[in-house]
């Protein structure tokens, strides 16, 4: 019988990372942080220049800016026949917008900077400050998207240099969070003219093209982007580490100890993330398991390093069973599927688990328990089963869907939908303050955003699910297997003169250990302490 | 017969099922830690108080130094206390209306002592499903020496005073903050041995202690 690991390493391995599109963020995600006020032309300090409509300018009405990527309509452009025309608005409505904003009376800052914008044409000297500050209510309202919607303007219409700077700084900050990915990542740090970028933003416009080219198979493109980041910055280990990631993709099973060496000195950059070290030291575990190096994987996975308190990953301790089982540490293997069962990872989908812990049962002669380890999973997943059989609609699989939601695209994909629908809901709210004019825009806005989130999320979920019913369906073959074999060697006769084998000597506890027995309540700071006492009722060899 | 025939079919029945339960669940788990917290060298100093007495109270302070052999054993090398006596009003009342002399009422003024410490109880506590805290609770068995003022010169502010040993006999338990610092919350008993006039001192005290040379 062969009953193996159900995805090899380097297959896991590049899906965990390229997973993980942001592994490697630094500051944790965080709103838009307020701008001094001196920092920009605060009504006092310097004022703008007076929104002048030129004699004879075309409204905004009349005059629709060119459309946005994203399909957005454009801010202030109301569609013709369906609105009323944006009404004439005193240029020094701009101001009080102003004065307002650094009031903290965001809702009437964000309805007269829209009523200015409206009546202003995109010429104007503080359109485009307009833009920006509007954006910035929006996002300190919570209506991130919305304030994404309009730095995304200023970005793509540049018509003042002095807004750039700032615009692009805020958008790298809502990249922290769930966010238009099209619209941020893509048509904006993707596509920016790198020559005129602000050296606050260039690295991770840099970077960001870079992993565009990187994503459509173009090393050597993205390497012109990476050998221009700074070195001693962030995004440059991060591009270290994307490039890592296609390299570990296109070697297609053949690792070298060259990759094992420097995802390990990836692991010791202090300028990645705790998660993105966690992320190389789970590569170079897995690297080394493909190479059988059972116990530098182990090595690697003592290496993670987890936040006080922190449960760590399902992940991380299915592989190091599945290491420890190599290993042959069965006992260690079982206490690591303990940790597995806590209430923690209760939700995961891990049909891994069953087939090696039943494995475990099975090598210790424990077949009984191997049977109704390997059945166990039959049992939890017979719903997603029976409707893999029954060619049912895999997305509304409630255990698929929720493995499909926990990790990759979908994950981000999902949580942006999330994102959407509370920021939908956040908008009602502001219905009052907005006045009707704006209300009214963000909700085409969010309507239009969520409509195309939603679509996004069904494909990337469609795809994800059928991977999960695969891997389901693999492992429920296993646990057949598994069923025969231990049957077999349930009905096996004992032979004459057969003893049991001699019992594995109890490991005794030092002088600085302690032991808590588990009695079913899991402790967070206990879960990679389980110490599983189980005797072997294997036979001797060699009776008659 | 019959009632043994029928305690023969309850505990076989008992037996299959605790059998059945083997064989489905087989072995044990434990959580098995490395300690995080360790003594070694160890000096504490704390405020109390002596309680039990009705014609004062004292209240106390203390020092002392305990070194730790194991993690469960440990001598109190020593200890020093100090008390600072307060009056009662029963015996203001006594000394006011009913005059009783000042002289009459004995009162505790230092004690010094020494004990050997077990650690019986490591352990730790969740709080509020937030963070893990460690503890352990000990107990203390040692002897000391009590001096007492036993009559007072009013007028002067002097006294008699007498030196008396006891037994000391103690609980209490400590809370971890980090590697070298915790807190000890300490219930004692003196036992004062003297000529059929045998008394308690019981003490009540707080201390901060800070550890040296513990193992990481």
Known sequence: MSVVRMQSATAAAVTLLLALQGVAQTPPPQPAPRPPAGSVPAPAAQPPAPARPPAGSVPAAAAPAPAQ?????????????????????????????????????????????????????????????????????L???????????????????????????????????????PHDEVLIDEQIFGSLDLGFLPDSVSDYANYQQGLVDLRVGNERWARTHFVKLDEAGVEASRAKFALLVTRLRNAKGVVDDQMIEDFLELSKDEKLTMEARNEARLAVARLRYEKKDYEGALKAYDMVQLPPLDPGRATLYLEEAWTRYNLGQLRATIGLLTTLDAPSFRDEFLPDKYILRALVYRDLCQYLPAKRAAKELTRRFSDSLEAIRERDDLTQDFRLRRAANSHGSTKRAAKFLESLNLEGENLGRHAGGFG????????????????????????????????????????????????????????????????????????????????????????????????????????????? | MKRTLLL??????????????????????????DRT????????????????????????????????????????????????????????????????????????????????????????????????????????????????????????????????????????????????????????????????????????????????????
């Not at chain 1, 219409?157 to 809502?174: F, G, M």
């Not at chain 2, 029945?13 to 788990?29: D, F, I, K, R």
């Not at chain 2, 010094?112 to 963070?131: A, E, H, Q």
């Not at chain 2, 041995?193 to 003490?203: A, C, F, P, R, V």
Request: aromatic letters at 10%; charged letters at 20%; hydrophobic letters at 40%.
């Open chain 1, 69 to 137: 990527p994203g399909a957005q309509p454009a801010a202030g452009q109301p569609q013709a026949g369906q609105e009323q025309p944006p009404p004439k608005v005193d240029p020094k409505i701009f101001d009080e917008a102003l004065k307002d904003y650094f009031d903290d009376k965001q809702e009437q800052a964000a309805r007269k900077l829209y009523a200015f914008i409206e009546s202003t044409p995109p010429t104007d000297e503080n359109f485009s400050w307009a833009q920006y500050f509007l954006a910035r209510c």
């Open chain 2, 8 to 33: 023969l079919v309850c505990l076989a029945s008992a037996l299959a099922h605790a059998q059945g339960e083997e064989l489905e669940n087989p072995g044990t788990v434990l959580a098995v830690q």
């Open chain 1, 139 to 177: 996002i300190d309202l919570n209506l991130r998207h919305a304030g994404a919607v309009y730095l995304a303007k200023v970005a793509h219409e540049r018509s003042n240099p002095q807004v750039l700077p700032k615009t692009l700084e805020a958008l790298k900050v809502l990249t922290l969070v």
């Open chain 2, 37 to 216: 917290y360790r003594m070694s060298s160890e000096l504490w100093i704390g405020v109390g108080i002596a309680p039990l007495d009705a014609f004062y109270k004292g209240l106390t302070g203390q020092v002392g130094y305990v070194y730790h052999f194991s993690d469960s054993f440990a001598w109190q090398v020593g200890r020093g206390l100090l008390s600072y006596n307060i009056k009662t009003g029963l015996r203001n009342q006594l000394e006011t209306q009913f005059g009783v002399s000042p002289t009459a009422f004995p009162q505790l003024n230092w004690i010094v002592g020494s004990d050997v410490m077990w650690t019986p109880i490591y352990g730790k506590t969740s709080w509020l499903n937030s963070s893990v805290g460690h503890f352990e609770v000990f107990g203390t068995l040692g002897g000391s020496v009590i001096n007492e003022r036993i009559a007072a010169d009013v007028a002067s502010g002097t006294g008699q005073t007498v030196f008396r040993p006891a037994v000391h006999l103690g609980l209490g338990a400590r809370i971890f903050t980090s590697k070298s610092v915790s807190f000890r919350l300490d219930f004692s008993n003196e036992f004062v041995i003297y000529k059929g006039l045998e008394s308690n001192i019981i003490l009540v005290q707080l201390a901060l202690a800070l550890n040296f040379g513990g193992t990481e």
């Open chain 1, 436 to 544: 009707d004019r704006l209300y009214k825009h963000l909700g085409h806005v969010y309507d239009l955003a969520h409509a195309e989130a939603e679509r996004l999320y069904q494909q990337r979920l469609r795809d994800a699910v059928r991977e999960e019913a695969d891997k389901l369906l693999r492992a429920d073959e296993q646990v057949r297997l598994m069923e025969y074999e231990v049957g077999l060697k349930l009905y096996e006769r004992v032979k004459r003169g057969a003893k049991l084998a001699q019992p594995e000597k109890q490991v005794q506890l030092t002088s600085a250990q302690i032991a808590f027995k588990f009695t079913g309540e899991y402790w967070n700071d206990e879960l990679r302490s389980y110490r599983v006492s189980i005797p072997s009722r294997c036979l001797e060899e060699g009776a008659q």
